[in-house]
């Protein structure tokens, strides 16, 4: 069944019956077979839209010279060169190629973290091949592959619907429609209908809100109906965090101010000093070089890609660079309990009739090892007992789970929930598949979170049609006979409740004989016979408990947002190390009806909300929002996009997330974890802190040479450096030290500091005090010493060479400052970033041998000191060391004094 050119799409919706559908796309009803679908592939290639190219390395290289701070520099290097100054031209240009160099090789590795990053984000299909169902790359898929989708997937290519069950679907990039769109794999229409009314029609890129389908693709890539848009949707390109457009704005502003000092500095010159205007002309372009962060974006991109990078590595994927950023301010998780929190390998436990016998379950996991105890014996069939048979048939047949032997292990695939009751029946020796035989299904209602039930339609022998209930106990009893009845309900609810007490997540089922007044609609089933219940247990994940102990100490506060019963949810939140009390557990029937500012007081005192609806989720994290937290939030279905979007962080889960739970966030969590997300949190936090590093660094240094420089002129003394030793300068203290403070590993106490306040500036009160210290301190010692040197009768240039040497180590020095705000330099082990520490030494070492080598001895007027020029130069730049020394012992007093205080005050208040 070769199917050797691509078919037109125009012949496929107006086809009428599956038979024609398939005998066009040369494909049959159980999909391809594995052979076939490879040689298509190899054929008509990925299922793949047109990308971007990455940018060349030649481009990169080209990008390095587009800043107005290198067309300057190019300027004043033609400029030397006109007026016979090679030299000086000559060690511009290297300059400029060097600094290029050092920044493509920085933006090349972003961009490979970039595209590693998003082949970790591919979306995978249920594809049905040879009758098989399983999961592959979205990629992978071919003309005539049969796909599966439920709520929550995003298309994967362009489907001719074979079967629909209430399949709503958003269409909102292709078309415009804002509101899902109802499809119907039996609607046929003709060629001109537009493909917004094509409702037995699925476009890749569209994702489906509600139900489910099963659809054979008819068209994949660039043939896609989306295929068109690629190009337009490629150059959009893509925004930049806010911290990047905050730190551009503020360098550029930084820019204005230094180009205003430096027009001060050359006005003195020329008029006071009697310099040349062109000498002041170099001397300005190379003081704004030297001072002005324009490297800043650089080494944040940087730092922030490295951020990303170990995220990824303890499994957490950031999709929107703000997260790193973000996580530091987190002061509220608000997470799911199921697959979360719990291992999501769901196992029924106990199976419990109304007034009958309870039924305890063993074995673990989804595997079907284990027994039925019944009163101390075992119960090898399930028609061992009639109410046993009726409950375990419902389990079975309302169920869209699939758990089956391939190559001697047991595979499954669907919702925890239906694997475990399969599992339940096959440990009493019953599979769906024999159970269809006798009772096929001819209808069903989908479980959806906002119904809290599922139901499933089946023809019976005699022509009449039964319907199998599940869903949560208030829920199915509502739809029983006597479910109204006070008396009667209560002995439900209470059973129910006595089951959650134990830590059971408990599922009721009925059913009932429905007349079905449409094969493509069916009603909520009524009238209904209550059945029983089964109580799953769900195993708490490894490192939960820990981890939720560490977000205490982080000062970060973690809430439950379930579906459970509030009894189970309480018991599990207990179980995970939470010290709550029962009223700090709030059900979704009491936010039903409270206010938004009712809302806010609830969840200041609760941490476990149960049995919450959907759009509940939502209202919480407004309301968590409004009452002063920065909220992170779990999601992974369809109903959680809303929440995930709303909040600060939006964290999808990898595994068992939806497509469009994971384009809704900031991160994706690979393996579902809750411990996973505080490492991200702690990851989080380095990144952010390390950013501080940078900018410190830059910003501090930079003012000091100001500082110099102004002292100079407005003193009256010759300039303290030339042009090019500023360039040098600027050279061996920032070329790679900058960068490298990107790379600390962290201070170990990320996760016991509290959470920054988010309305914070970047280069707060701390970062602007500590940068006028070593301003001032570092260009008064620096005028003083050229200073005494000139008086000395030192030439000029041998007052200027001691001078540079002096802020080469004065800047180099510096760097270990600015390896932690708080902690003394002598506490962080110096290999514990191998990269600063061989990049100072190694610029140091560069400089040393400029000054005893000829090239440098004639680019940058420098020459060898004797040792007591030495000692003193030496002595003079470990200074800048004890001075931070001392204020951060003086800063560290002066907040734990304030701690104490603000402690004490609580206390006379409480």
């Excluded at 078919?7 to 009803?29: D, N, V």
């Excluded at 205003?260 to 006005?267: A, E, P």
């Amino acid at each position: 069944m070769k199917l050797s050119t691509p078919i037109s799409p125009q012949k496929i919706w107006h086809t009428h019956t599956e038979a024609s559908l398939f005998s066009e796309l040369k494909t049959t009803s159980k999909g391809l077979s594995e052979e076939e679908a490879s040689q298509r592939l190899e054929l008509h290639g990925a299922n793949r839209l047109p990308q971007a190219t990455p940018p060349t390395g030649w481009e990169i290289a080209v990008r390095q010279f587009q800043s107005p701070f290198v067309y300057i520099l190019a300027v004043a290097a033609i400029v030397s060169l006109f007026i016979g100054e090679t030299i000086d031209a000559g060690f511009i240009f290297g300059v400029l190629c060097l600094n290029a160099a050092i920044g493509g090789f920085q933006e090349w590795k972003a961009e490979q973290s970039a595209q590693s990053l998003q082949k970790l984000l591919q979306i995978r299909a249920m594809v049905e091949r040879e009758g098989r169902v399983y999961e592959i790359e979205a990629e992978e898929l071919v003309l005539g592959d049969i796909v599966w989708l439920e709520s929550g997937n995003r298309v994967p290519a362009d489907l001719r619907l074979l079967m629909t069950h209430g399949f709503e679907v958003d269409e909102s990039l292709l078309t415009g429609e804002s509101l899902p769109v109802l499809k119907k794999s039996e609607w046929t229409g003709d060629e001109l209908i537009p493909v917004a009314d094509r409702k037995n029609m699925s476009y890749a890129g569209s994702t489906v809100a509600r139900g489910r389908g099963r659809g054979v693709v008819v068209a994949t890539g660039n043939v896609t109906e989306i295929g068109s848009l690629a190009k337009v949707m490629m150059d959009a390109g893509s925004g930049k965090p806010p911290l990047m457009i905050r730190m551009e704005r503020f360098s550029k502003t930084l820019a204005w101010i230094v180009m205003v000092v430096i027009l001060i500095v050359g006005t003195l010159g020329v008029l006071v000093q009697g310099y040349g205007l062109l000498e002041m002309f170099m001397f300005g372009v190379a003081l704004a070089v030297a001072v002005i962060p324009e490297g800043l974006p650089v080494a944040l991109t940087v730092a922030l890609a490295i951020g990303t990078k170990r995220m990824v590595e303890q499994g957490v994927i950031v999709r929107r660079l703000a997260a790193v950023e973000g996580l530091g301010s987190c002061t509220m998780i608000a997470s799911d309990k199921t697959g979360t929190l719990t291992c999501n390998e769901l196992t029924v436990k106990e199976v419990r009739f109304l007034n009958g016998p309870i039924c305890e379950v063993t074995g673990q996991g989804f595997a079907p090892k284990g027994k039925l105890i019944l009163e101390g014996r075992e119960v090898n069939s399930f028609r061992e007992l009639k109410e046993l048979e009726s409950l375990i048939t419902a389990a079975v047949l309302c169920n869209e789970g699939d758990l089956h032997v391939h190559n001697n292990e047991w595979t499954h695939r669907g919702d925890p929930t239906d694997i475990a009751l399969l599992s339940l029946g096959r440990k009493l020796g019953i599979g769906k598949e024999e159970l269809l035989e006798d009772q096929p299904q001819i209808n069903q209602i989908p479980f959806e979170p906002e119904y809290q039930f599922a139901a499933s339609f089946h023809k019976l022998t005699d022509g009449k049609v039964r319907a199998y209930v599940k869903g949560s106990p208030e829920k199915v009893l509502s739809m029983c006979k006597g479910g109204n009845e006070e008396k009667y309900r209560n002995q439900v609810l209470k059973t129910a409740e006595e089951m959650a007490a134990k830590g059971f997540r408990v599922l009721a089922f009925a059913q009932g004989i429905e007349t079905l007044n449409s094969s493509h609609s069916p009603a909520e089933p009524g009238e209904l016979e209550f059945l029983g219940f089964t109580g799953m247990i769900d195993p708490l994940r490894e490192g939960v408990k820990e981890a939720i102990a560490s977000c205490r100490d982080a000062g970060i506060e973690v809430s439950i947002i379930t579906g459970d019963h509030p009894v189970t949810a309480f018991t599990i939140a207990r179980n995970l190390g939470l010290d709550l009390k029962p009223e700090q557990v709030v059900t979704g029937t009491e936010l039903q009806n409270s206010s938004p500012e009712k809302k806010q007081e609830i969840v200041k005192k609760a941490r476990v909300f149960a049995r919450v609806a959907p759009n509940q989720k939502l209202e919480l994290v407004n309301a968590m929002q409004a009452a002063g937290n920065f909220v992170a939030v779990t999601g992974d279905g369809v109903n959680d996009a809303p929440a995930l979007r709303a909040a600060n962080i939006g964290a999808a889960m990898g595994k068992s997330g939806t497509d469009v739970a994971r384009e809704a966030a900031e991160l994706v969590i690979v393996d579902d974890n809750f411990a996973t997300i505080v490492k991200g949190v702690e990851k989080g936090r380095i990144a952010y802190d390390n950013i501080r590093k940078v900018i410190f660094m830059l910003i501090s240094t930079g003012a000091a040479e100001v500082v110099l420089v102004l002292l100079a002129v407005a003193t009256g003394m010759p300039l303290p450096l030339t042009a090019v030793q500023l360039l040098w300068l600027n050279l061996v203290t920032q070329g790679i030290q900058d960068v490298s403070m990107g790379f600390e590993p962290g201070e170990g106490d990320e996760l016991k500091r509290r959470p920054r306040d988010i309305r914070e500036p970047i280069f707060n009160h701390l970062m602007i005090e500590r940068s006028l210290i070593v301003a001032i301190w570092v260009g008064l010692l620096g005028f003083f010493l050229f200073k005494y040197l000139l008086d000395s009768g030192l030439p000029e240039e041998t007052a200027r060479n001691s001078l540079l040497l002096l802020m080469v180590l004065f800047e180099n020095v510096h760097m270990f400052n600015c390896r932690s705000e708080t902690k003394s330099a002598f506490k962080i082990p110096p290999l514990q970033n191998p990269i600063l520490l061989f990049g100072v030494l190694g610029a140091f070492l560069i400089h040393v041998l400029a000054m005893y080598h000829p090239w440098g001895q004639r680019v940058l007027k420098t020459q060898p000191v004797n040792g007591n020029s030495w000692m003193l130069i030496i002595g003079l730049a470990l200074t800048i060391l004890l001075l931070m020394e001392w204020h951060k012992w003086w800063w560290n007093k002066r907040q734990s004094e304030k701690s104490t205080t603000v402690k004490t005050f609580r206390n006379v208040i409480v």
